[in-house]
Each structure stands twice: as structure tokens, then as C-alpha cells.
């Protein structure tokens, strides 16, 4: 030993501080400098199972939980006793920073952005619940903010982890369906109100229920009284903080065309929604939240020359696409949460959400074929390890792979959020000049210019790429 390394050895153990090999700790003993320390913001619901995958049974630790909602914390402020508790994320980050590696955000859709951005800037690995984000305009600074400040993401649309999504893409790639032209994509959502008056136009409000702090509830979104209507979950209908069954189900549905066919910004997006009637011929306008339901159309360019254009289409609220020839009804349609279908030249696959179990139609002609096998990297658990797989990833650092990271992520939210942008497009009503009744001047097909992120033939439409925030957010 040189002398510099006797004397500091020296000046160690002289601390009292011995560092022990881990092999002299036994058969699975994991060191400290080995777990990944996660803060949580949101600790209930798809928080509830967020944690308990990224925990592993112990083998990471939870050194922050983070919630505005006491009762919905209470389960892991008993289980975890000695990581602090905080309602504001901000004030989380501004004490615990240096104690922790990476944070798991699952809240509303409308804080997915300004937390997630606030622990990037403090170099934080972050896994974030779907939607990434509320608005494009947010999803594209995330993805940004991802390479720029090099940290480990993960989006928390586990089916992005799943065999299944790997295996209808190795197929649609492998180019036994011709040339792919047609997506359809349909889900049973919302399983919420929707389409319906909310409590803030019907003048209704109620008591904040202790242990709930109703202002940091609202974070970023305008002010409004407190209605049980609104959480926990069923904020999703509406516009101030959700993104509808589009958000909900989109990123996972819209995730296997997505990595298949390798699209990119779409060209235009035209849609059509369901209406509701308070009387004969009088239709009702419930601008605080999302339709019954909605059939959205996008348009990608053809992926070489002289081909086709490509056509994706999104279904929810109960709607589905006609059921190609060739194809069994039951089949297609007999998960009830929704499908996939991929229409070539030569041949049509059918798939369940997550791309589960792909299906080549006609049968008769692909019944001796031999599919394709996955070339992307299994997961380990599929998704179920899907939250495990970030954890070992920023064990690795930058990187590391894994499923849905924001590079991915962020443009695939982009084109989910493009059809809420056509929605609220299509609900956009100005009143007549003579002001008997409305005219709705977005309903009609949209040109999209992805890379500067704007409508360029209907400028009303723009309102809709980036919100504003309340002030103070």
C-alpha cells in the first residue's frame, strides 16, 4: 500500500467507519449503496400498486411519500415510518433532494408535467404514470428535459413491458401483412361519468373532508369548490384535470402501432363525438367534461415512396370499428377492454390490449405460417416488471433500457394527445351573429405541423397544445 492510501485507511478506521465486503454479510443481504432510494408522490390507488412493485419486498427503499390526500396515504406513512410525509411536492424536493435517487409520480394528469419536470431539474430518475403528460406542448419539454439533463424515464404504461406488445411487433415488421395502410384501435372506456353536467355547472360543492388539501389537489388547474365527484379517480372526465378514456387507455392501445410501424408526428387528425340532448333538438353543452364517447381519425405519411399514407383510428365510449372480412366477430372483439387490428395489403392482424395474443387473418391462409419472434428485450415479470425494470435501470444509470422511456414515451403521448386536441377542436362552438345558435368552426380535418407544434389551418385549435396555468403554478 502506498503511504497516501495507509493514511487515509487509517484516518477511516480511526472515524469508526469500516466498510464490510458483502460477501462476509451473507447469502442475500443487500447493501445499502445497492438500493435505489424512491420518493413517491401519490401513495393511493395505481400509486398503491406503483409502490409495491418498485419496493420489491424490500429490496429498494422509500425515503419520501409525497400526498394531498392524508387518507389515501395512511397504508405506506405505516409502512414506511421513517420516510418523512409531505402534501406539497414542492417543499418534498426543497428538503429531501439529497436523499433521494429517483421519484415515482402518480397523480392527476394535470401535475404529471411540473412535478416530474421540477425532479428532473434536481437530476431525479422519474417513472410517471400515463398520460405522460396533460398537454403536448408539455410531453415534448419532457422528452427534451430527459436528454438534456440525462436521467433515467419510464412512463407507467406497463404493456409497453408486456411479451405481447414485443410479438405483434416482430410480426407487423416482418412484413407478412403487406403493406400495413389501416390501424384500428378501440376500448371500452371511460367506465366513468362522462357527457354529463358537473357539479361546478350545476353550482354544487361540499366540505373539504379532513386530511384533504384541496388547494394543492388543484395544483395548476383554475380554481373550483371541492365536490366528491372529482376524486380520487374519477377526475379523468374532466377537462381542468383529466384526458378522458383517450388518456387513460391511448398509451396503452396506441403504444404497440406505435413501436410497429414507427410513427412519427401525424399530418391531420379529423374526429366526431357523441352528443347529448336536454330536450327535442335542444343538445346540451358539458364544457367542464369529455364526451360519451368519440371516434378520432390521424393521418401519418407513407413510410416510402409511392406508398400508402397511413390511417390510425381511435374508438371509445362503446364504439367499434366494422369488422373486416375474414375475420371472427368473437375474436376481434370478445375482450371487452378493447382492441387492436392491422390491415395490409396482404393480410390482417387482430390483437388484444398490450398486443396480447396477435391473430393473422384469414386463417386459412397464415395456418401454416410460423411467426415471428421478438427482437426487442424480454422483461423480466412482463408487466408486471415493468416498474422493477426503471428501478434497475437507474441503478445503471443513463442509458439503461427500459420499456418506455420518455424518448419514446413523450412522442407516442403527443399522438394520443392529438385527439383530444380534435375533440375539443370539434366542441369549440362561437355563437351566430344573430345569436340564435353556434357555430363549431373546428369540426373539420386539422393539419398538424408536428415539429413546431401547431395547427396551421384552424388557429383556435392551438389553445389546446398548451394551457395556461393558474397563477402561482
Known amino acids: 500500500m502506498r503511504r497516501r492510501g495507509f493514511i487515509k485507511a487509517g484516518a477511516i478506521l480511526a472515524g469508526g467507519v469500516m466498510i464490510v465486503p458483502r460477501h462476509v454479510l451473507g447469502k442475500g443481504y443487500i447493501a445499502p449503496s445497492d438500493k435505489l432510494n424512491i420518493a413517491a408522490v401519490g401513495c393511493g390507488g395505481k400509486a398503491d400498486y406503483n409502490i409495491q412493485q418498485a419496493y420489491n419486498g424490500g429490496t429498494d427503499n422509500f425515503v419520501a411519500l409525497c400526498d394531498v390526500d392524508d387518507r389515501q396515504s395512511a397504508k405506506y406513512r405505516k409502512q414506511f415510518p421513517k420516510a ?24 392527476p394528469d394535470h401535475m404529471h408535467y ?64 403487406g403493406e400495413v395502410h389501416t390501424i384500428e384501435v378501440w376500448t371500452n372506456r371511460p367506465v366513468w361519468p362522462q357527457g354529463v353536467k358537473s357539479p361546478k355547472d350545476r353550482g354544487e360543492s361540499q366540505p373539504v373532508p379532513p386530511g384533504v388539501n384541496w388547494d394543492l389537489w388543484l395544483g395548476n388547474a383554475p380554481k373550483r369548490d371541492y365536490h366528491e365527484a372529482y376524486m380520487p379517480f374519477r377526475w379523468r372526465g374532466y377537462w381542468d384535470f383529466g384526458t378522458g378514456a383517450l388518456g387513460d387507455m391511448g398509451c396503452h392501445f396506441m403504444d404497440v402501432p406505435f413501436r410497429a410501424m414507427k410513427l412519427g408526428y401525424p399530418t391531420s387528425v379529423e374526429c366526431s363525438v357523441g352528443s347529448v340532448y336536454a330536450d327535442f333538438f335542444q343538445e346540451a353543452f358539458f364544457d367542464d367534461v369529455c364526451p360519451p364517447s368519440s371516434s378520432i381519425h390521424l393521418k401519418f405519411p407513407a413510410q416510402k415512396p409511392g406508398g400508402k399514407e397511413i390511417s390510425l383510428s381511435w374508438y371509445d365510449g362503446g364504439i367499434r370499428p366494422q369488422l373486416p372480412e375474414g375475420c371472427d366477430y368473437q375474436t376481434v372483439f370478445g375482450d371487452t377492454d378493447g382492441g387492436l387490428l392491422f390491415i395490409g395489403t396482404k393480410g390482417i392482424l387482430s390483437a388484444e390490449m398490450f ?119
Not at 86 to 97: P, S, V
Open 114 to 177: 411540473p412535478i416530474a419536470m421540477a425532479c428532473m431539474e434536481l437530476g431525479k430518475h422519474v417513472y410517471v404514470e400515463k398520460p405522460l403528460t396533460k398537454d403536448i406542448w408539455e410531453a415534448r419539454k419532457l422528452t427534451e428535459a430527459a436528454k438534456k439533463y440525462k436521467l433515467v424515464t419510464q412512463m407507467g404504461n406497463q404493456g409497453s413491458s408486456t411479451d405481447g406488445t414485443r410479438q405483434t411487433e416482430a410480426i407487423v415488421q416482418s412484413g407478412i401483412l
Open 84 to 107: 418523512p410525509y409531505y402534501n406539497d411536492y414542492r417543499k418534498m424536493l426543497e428538503n429531501e433532494a439529497r436523499n433521494i435517487d429517483a421519484v415515482i409520480v402518480t397523480t
Open 355 to 473: 398486443g396480447n395474443n396477435p391473430r393473422l387473418w384469414p386463417e386459412k391462409k397464415f395456418e401454416t405460417v410460423k411467426l415471428a419472434s421478438p427482437t426487442r428485450p424480454l422483461v423480466q415479470g412482463s408487466n408486471e416488471g415493468h416498474q422493477q425494470q426503471f428501478v434497475q435501470a437507474c441503478k445503471k444509470g443513463y442509458g439503461a433500457y427500459t420499456s418506455s422511456a420518455f424518448n419514446e414515451s413523450g412522442p407516442l403521448t403527443e399522438i394520443v394527445l392529438m385527439g383530444n386536441l380534435a375533440v375539443r377542436s370539434f366542441l369549440y362552438r362561437e355563437e351566430k351573429a344573430n345569436g340564435k345558435g353556434f357555430n363549431f368552426p373546428g369540426r373539420q380535418k386539422l393539419l398538424w405541423d408536428g415539429a413546431n407544434m401547431k395547427i396551421t389551418n384552424f388557429e383556435a385549435a392551438n389553445q389546446f397544445v398548451k394551457r395556461d396555468y393558474r397563477t402561482g403554478w
